[in-house]
């Protein structure tokens, strides 16, 4: 791996995190791990982990498949589709965001076919983050031990005389296989199509900020739960929430629950102060580390942070249960 030019993989794209910057090349960050904002930092340099999405050698090597190599989720799937896809949606709405602003002309802000990508892209976005590899791998170890431990009870009561030596059986799992089921997840295209044909059947709304300050983290795409607290992108009164730049926000809700807003679906909307310092505390809140923005601005964080005793606040990441554990 010494020398590869892709050693940075980005679960945030670039081209995303550009439209959150004043010069697309940098931007305003505040990490969370390290209580205060941070000089402004290289976009190349953001959202990203070392071989993030690298497969390891022992996982391919016998497949018979000469176009996959290591790096291919990075290079061929993010770099060269995935990404190309989504710099046109964005550059799309930010052009119709000016436009409107100019003009206030009340026309769609994306036509059927876009629309259809970005719900795409959202889906795939949305997978590829850290914690969905983190929610996959805990509920695959979790299973897989829980299989063990009813095959070890079911052995040891036809066996009693081996019960002790079934007791020190134990499961060992491959680290490294994580990498694999997470590349199982944000590329398979039936769970893809099935996110993509949830996401275009909400009503979406595009709230806007003349301020050009709304927030986003290294966690951005957000479920919040308006009926009890099941929070997927199919349960009824959720809003699904991610900033698109740092002048536009796009929420989609549910046709069922809010079906009071769908004359706003499609069409661009003046925020008010209030919900936009809403939406940019979950931002704060449900980030893992970062928060980004345009502008060097977070008091809103130093608010936040003083009323909880000067101290970081984290929201406890989802969680699976496999037989009640």
Request: with cysteine; charged share 30%; hydrophobic share 35%.
């Amino acid at each position: 791996m010494k020398g590869e030019k892709n050693k940075k993989h980005h679960f945030i794209p670039q081209c995303y995190l550009r439209y959150f910057s004043n010069n697309r090349k940098s931007i305003n960050i505040y990490s969370k791990k390290r209580n205060r904002s941070s000089p402004i930092q290289a976009i190349s340099k953001t959202a990203c982990e070392d071989y993030f999405y690298r497969i390891p050698e022992k996982f391919i090597a016998n497949l018979d498949n000469q176009i996959f190599h290591p790096n291919f989720f990075e290079k061929e799937f993010f770099d060269d589709n995935i990404e190309k896809l989504l710099g046109p949606i964005l550059k799309t709405i930010d052009c119709a965001v000016e436009n409107w602003k100019t003009n206030k002309i009340e026309n769609e802000v994306l036509q059927k076919s876009d629309k259809e990508v970005f719900a795409g892209l959202i889906a795939v976005q949305y997978l590829r983050l850290p914690n969905i590899r983190d929610l996959n791998w805990s509920f695959y170890t979790k299973s897989n031990n829980e299989r063990l431990d009813i095959v070890k009870s079911i052995l040891s009561a036809e066996f009693p005389e081996n019960k002790s030596f079934m007791e020190t059986i134990n499961l060992e799992i491959d680290e490294e296989y994580k990498l694999v089921l997470h590349a199982k997840t944000f590329a398979n295209e039936n769970l893809i199509y099935k996110l993509q044909d949830c996401i275009l059947d909400k009503i979406w709304i595009f709230y806007v900020s003349n301020e050009d300050d709304f927030y986003t983290s290294d966690n951005p795409i957000i479920l919040k739960p308006h009926i009890g607290e099941q929070s997927s992108f199919y349960d009824e009164g959720v809003e699904i929430i991610f900033p698109i730049s740092s002048s536009v926000l796009l929420t989609l809700w549910d046709k069922k629950h809010f079906e009071d807003k769908i004359f706003q679906d499609n069409k661009f909307n003046i925020i008010n102060s209030k919900s936009k310092n809403e939406y940019n505390c979950y931002q704060y809140l449900f980030a893992n580390d970062e928060v980004y923005s345009k502008n060097d601005n977070f008091k809103l964080i130093e608010l936040l942070k003083y009323v909880n005793g000067g101290n970081e606040k984290f929201i406890k990441k989802p969680t699976v249960l496999v037989n009640g554990k």
